[in-house]
């Protein structure tokens, strides 16, 4: 499964922040649930203006319970949950 082209670019902006020091955790609030989340933002600068661009947020509790990875036997499949745990 090929990742797009706009998450690469997403991620080379995140490494380059990285590199630079520009980059920041940030505590908000989901827009949708209204939850609190950890933001993983990029830092820029607007001429006087600090600018925060968002990424993603962190995972909350274990994060191997939140993501399915790739299944490495079906390029356009994903492991389950039982196969992850080694109940499959």
Known sequence: MAIPEHA????????????????????????????????????????GDIIMTPFGHLADGNPYDAYLPPDPDNPAGFLTAEQCRGTA
């Open 8 to 47: 690469r670019t997403n991620f080379n902006t995140l490494l380059r922040a990285a590199g630079d020091g520009n980059l920041a955790l940030m505590e908000c609030l989901d827009a949708t649930s209204g939850e609190l989340r950890y933001v993983l933002c990029a830092v820029g600068r607007d001429g």
